[in-house]
């Protein structure tokens, strides 16, 4: 399986820079999802990895050979790259089945009778669909659709699979079974996989590694545990997670240098680091995961529930803090009347600070003065 590289790749058009300045090395076998708001480039990156769009500047490799140099001046053809590429609407032939849909670009290529059927076949029961090859697109489910483009794209064996948002016409409960389909898939091919979404559950459950872009800039690439747990800025730590981390800005004065006094008009906190504080604390911000703000009978500090959501495995609290909003993930069937008074605290060493450009600093604990 291929090794790809994206050196200094930018895309405009006319004035409008889609992608800026990006690099990106995608390991042998690595699932990679891109992700970001709408508008933030990944589509156009994925089509600059397949060829179907060319970059201003900058240079893509794959498996070493450079398949475009704005530099050099090369350009090699989508069909010369060696990826198979899966579209969000499925595109099949309404007019041939299961079976000819597969066959097809394996009847391009000049492929033996037999061997087109030996391929057919194999993918048939790798996707799970042996029962259908002679059904039309028109008498299968949407799930059924996109397994039969999936069989059709790797029916080729292209050395990298790229996919833009694939799963976006499914239902919910169809994702999660076609989420499960996908990892498998991965795992038995050994293929590179590059996939597009702007849903965070799909790239953190899929990937090894997500790539988050927002205007057309590299925010953070890292493993999705990475991303969610340490991530390189306020973009990212709002961005990932549902609901969304507690985000508060403080002003801050050292007590030494892994210690120091953070304070809010709604609150005061001691806050203890892992590593050395930044230099620069007149403006810092705070961040906390709703898992990691703890409902407790001792200590903390009170707070209002402005809205109680349970929902059978977790509950979600919305608290009111002054002018603060907190939100509270409860695992289990709980429940808090609205505008009754409870208490949290903040979970120990899962505090996260960032510095005054909103640059992730460092992580540690804290308690309410």
Same mark, same amino acid.
């Given at each position: 399986?291929?090794?790809?590289? +994206?050196?200094?790749?930018?895309?405009?058009?006319? &004035?409008?820079?889609?992608? #800026?300045? @990006?690099?990106?090395?995608?390991?042998?076998?690595?699932?990679?999802? @891109? @992700?970001?708001?709408?508008?933030?480039?990944?589509?156009?990156?994925?089509?600059?990895?397949?060829?179907?769009?060319?970059?201003?500047?900058?240079?893509?490799?794959?498996? &070493?050979?450079?398949?475009?140099?704005?530099?050099?001046?090369?350009?090699?053809?989508?069909?010369?790259?060696?990826?198979?590429?899966?579209?969000?609407?499925?595109?099949?032939?309404?007019?041939?089945?299961?079976?000819?849909?597969?066959?097809?670009?394996?009847?391009? !290529?000049?492929?033996?009778?037999? #061997?087109?059927?030996?391929?057919?076949?194999?993918?048939?029961?790798?996707?799970?669909?042996?029962?259908?090859? #002679?059904?039309?697109?028109?008498?299968?489910?949407?799930?059924?659709?996109?397994?039969?483009?999936?069989?059709?794209?790797?029916?080729?064996?292209?050395?990298?699979?790229?996919? &833009?948002?694939?799963?976006?016409?499914?239902?919910?409960?169809?994702?999660? %079974?076609?989420?499960?389909?996908?990892?498998?898939?991965?795992? %038995?091919?050994?293929?590179?996989?590059?996939?597009?979404?702007?849903?965070?559950? %799909?790239?953190?459950?899929?990937?090894?590694?997500?790539? !988050?872009?927002?205007?057309?800039?590299?925010?953070?690439?890292?493993?999705?545990?990475?991303?969610?747990?340490?991530?390189?800025?306020?973009?990212?730590?709002?961005?990932?997670?549902?609901?969304?981390?507690?985000?508060?800005?403080?002003?801050?004065?050292?007590?030494?240098?892994?210690?120091?006094? !953070?304070?809010?008009?709604?609150?005061? @906190?001691?806050?203890?680091?892992? &590593?050395? +504080?930044?230099?620069?604390?007149? %403006?810092?911000?705070?961040?906390?995961?709703?898992?990691?703000?703890?409902?407790?009978?001792?200590?903390?500090?009170?707070?209002?529930?402005?809205?109680?959501?349970?929902?059978?495995?977790?509950?979600?609290?919305?608290?009111? !803090?002054?002018?603060?909003?907190?939100?509270?993930?409860?695992?289990?069937?709980?429940?808090?009347?609205? #505008?009754?008074?409870?208490?949290?605290?903040?979970?120990?060493?899962?505090?996260?600070?960032?510095?005054?450009?909103?640059?992730?600093?460092?992580?540690?604990?804290?308690?309410?003065?």
């Amino acid at each position: 399986m291929p090794h790809i590289e +994206l050196r200094n790749i930018t895309k405009k058009f006319g &004035d409008f820079v889609a992608v #800026d300045n @990006l690099s990106l090395d995608i390991k042998d076998g690595d699932f990679i999802t @891109l @992700l970001g708001p709408s508008g933030c480039g990944k589509t156009t990156t994925l089509r600059q990895i397949a060829g179907l769009e060319m970059p201003t500047s900058g240079e893509i490799l794959i498996d &070493d050979k450079v398949v475009f140099s704005s530099e050099k001046a090369i350009d090699v053809a989508p069909k010369d790259r060696g990826v198979g590429f899966l579209f969000q609407n499925y595109a099949l032939w309404p007019h041939m089945t299961v079976y000819r849909n597969i066959a097809f670009g394996l009847e391009n !290529l000049k492929w033996k009778k037999q #061997d087109v059927d030996k391929r057919v076949k194999e993918l048939l029961k790798l996707l799970k669909i042996e029962e259908f090859p #002679d059904r039309y697109p028109a008498e299968l489910s949407g799930g059924q659709q996109q397994r039969v483009a999936i069989a059709r794209t790797l029916a080729t064996n292209p050395r990298v699979l790229l996919m &833009d948002e694939p799963l976006s016409n499914l239902d919910a409960k169809l994702r999660m %079974e076609m989420r499960a389909e996908l990892k498998r898939l991965h795992h %038995e091919t050994g293929a590179t996989f590059v996939y597009v979404t702007h849903d965070q559950l %799909e790239a953190m459950t899929l990937a090894t590694k997500i790539c !988050l872009l927002d205007k057309g800039y590299l925010q953070q690439y890292d493993p999705p545990l990475t991303v969610y747990n340490r991530p390189a800025n306020t973009f990212v730590a709002d961005f990932v997670g549902n609901p969304t981390m507690n985000i508060i800005k403080f002003s801050g004065k050292r007590k030494d240098d892994h210690t120091a006094i !953070l304070s809010h008009k709604s609150m005061t @906190l001691e806050y203890a680091s892992k &590593d050395v +504080l930044p230099a620069d604390l007149s %403006e810092v911000t705070i961040g906390v995961r709703p898992e990691n703000v703890l409902v407790t009978e001792h200590g903390g500090i009170k707070v209002k529930v402005d809205t109680s959501l349970p929902s059978g495995m977790e509950t979600i609290l919305n608290l009111k !803090l002054d002018d603060v909003m907190l939100s509270c993930v409860m695992i289990g069937s709980v429940d808090y009347p609205s #505008d009754s008074l409870i208490s949290v605290l903040f979970k120990d060493e899962s505090v996260l600070m960032f510095d005054k450009a909103g640059k992730f600093a460092t992580s540690g604990s804290v308690k309410f003065i």
